[in-house]
Nanobody, 120 residues
């Protein structure tokens, strides 16, 4: 499984970004994967931002991004993270993750990450 993120960059506080993750080499149908977004800052552990369970559409968000971020996916292997009202503390490397599961959101596969910097 290969995951490739895109869409990161520099944005001012209050701005928006839309991250994309393209999955390929899947062994199973894309809908049978839990897709997730994590983020990491230097010296800190990687933390969950959001996940989406393909088989039932269930989503979950970290409290810090709830009501500002939205995870979605299509039927072509793409997962998105729409990030609104960005804050300086959202600055991090964002990683896409995937696991073949109907409930386990801890990734078995990771992308290479995309940098998001929120700064004026």
């Amino acid at each position: 499984v290969q995951l490739v993120e895109s869409g990161g960059g520099l944005v001012q506080p209050g701005g928006s970004l839309n991250l994309s993750c393209a999955a390929s080499g899947l062994t199973y149908t894309f809908s049978n994967y839990v897709m997730s977004w994590y983020r990491q800052t230097p010296g800190e552990e990687r933390e969950l931002v959001a996940y989406n369970i393909g088989v039932n559409g269930k989503t979950r968000y970290a409290d810090s991004v709830k009501d500002r971020f939205h995870i979605s996916r299509d039927n072509l292997g793409n997962t998105y993270l729409q990030m609104n009202s960005l804050k300086t503390e959202d600055t991090a490397v964002y990683y896409c993750g995937a696991r073949h599961s109907s409930y386990n959101y801890v990734p078995a596969h990771w992308g290479q990450g995309t940098q998001v910097t929120v700064s004026s």
